[in-house]
């Protein structure tokens, strides 16, 4: 009975904050053992002393913003390893405003770990709807933080007129294939005002699907993006509604630090939009923010964004058109 007390006089004196550091070093040692990591190669991919690891795992040291970062982005937890820190940041902050003793140290925000090549800074991908066509474009600040330099940039079109009835949709896209001329695809390197045309060359070109390269390079000569350097990549392409539909995906293939999505659609088809959330780490799920409507002239504007989107997350806003009967197709665009 004594003993019983005792335990849960224990289990009472835990405070949030010990509950979150305990949470955050669990999530910490599931992670590296699924990804088959000692402590030692977590800690050297990660550019820190074994013998933190070991501290953090066993709770005599408290994690810190950057280490969380840097475990996020070394065993590629699908976000799970930052959520616990934010659970431990949200309790810690509970607790009261911090000290000098309680303060952490200060993030190096362009932290990146060994081997990382290309980072998008900031992607704007922006879908309009006009006369018949959906309209696409994406714009991508890049950063080179690899060892070598780059000259080709991959994008992707898919197509998919009747998600979730394959045989169906395959026997859609063979009578209206997706052609590559139809796309009109141009593509930019570079500031406005001083970008330089793209070339671009297909890699795989099936009825439904496009993998393109947009190379770093045209008629006049080279620019490939060397490490250390940073640029903007732009390209815009548009696909009959035919072939389009009712929601656009983005799909986090690279590290990215922001992200902003915005659909325009004609006001007087009163459209309604939503989104959902995939990864790694978890089933389909609404969108953490919310998505911003805005009116413009005739046009019905609505915009999400995020920031430090887990990588291989894919995030897909779809939408009707409450003033229309019947649902145009699908397409998926990346």
């Given amino acids: 009975m004594w003993h019983d007390r005792a335990e849960r006089g224990r289990v009472m004196s835990v405070s949030p904050v010990e509950r979150a550091v305990e ?8 992670w590296r053992i699924d990804r088959g990591m000692t402590k030692k190669q977590l800690a050297s991919r990660m550019g820190f002393d074994p013998s933190y690891i070991s501290h953090i795992e ?53 932290w990146l770990p060994p081997g990382t090549g290309l980072v998008v800074e900031l992607e704007e991908a922006q879908l309009t709807y006009v006369d018949g066509d959906y309209h696409v474009i994406v714009r991508r600040a890049l950063y ?19 998600p979730g009835q394959p045989q169906r949709s395959n026997a859609h896209h063979r009578a209206y294939p997706l ?17 330089e045309p793209m ?12 993998e393109i390269w947009l ?25 009959d509604e035919l072939k389009w539909g009712t929601w656009f995906e983005r799909a986090v293939r690279l590290p990215t630090r922001r992200l902003v999505v915005q659909m325009r659609f004609p006001a007087m088809l009163d459209p309604q939009v939503w989104g959902v959330e995939t990864s790694m780490a978890a089933e389909e799920a609404p969108l953490r923010t919310p998505i911003v409507r805005e ?11 995020t920031e430090d989107p887990s990588l291989n997350a894919r995030f897909q806003l779809q939408w009707r058109f409450r003033a229309v009967t019947s649902a145009p197709p699908v397409v998926a665009a990346h």
């Fill in 23 to 30: 949470a955050f070093a669990a999530e910490l040692g599931r």
């Fill in 179 to 195: 052609g590559l001329d139809e796309l009109h695809l141009v593509a930019f390197c570079g500031e406005p005002g001083a970008a």
């Fill in 144 to 162: 080179n933080a690899g060892n070598e330099p780059v000259t080709r940039y991959l994008i992707r079109v898919a197509v998919d007129r009747y």
């Fill in 215 to 239: 190379l770093f390079e045209n008629a006049d000569g080279r620019f490939p993006l060397y490490p250390g350097e940073r640029t903007t990549v732009e390209y815009r392409y548009r696909v």
């Fill in 199 to 210: 070339v671009w060359r297909a890699k795989q070109d099936r009825d439904a699907f496009k």
């Fill in 58 to 110: 066993g709770r005599r040291h408290r994690p810190t913003e950057d280490f969380a970062r840097r475990a996020e982005a070394v065993l590629n937890a699908g976000g799970a390893i930052w959520r616990r820190f934010q659970e431990y940041e949200e309790a810690r902050q509970a607790r009261g405003p911090a000290t000098l003793l309680t303060r952490e140290p200060a993030v190096p925000t362009q």
């Fill in 295 to 305: 009116l413009e002239g005739d046009r019905a504007v609505f915009t999400w964004r």
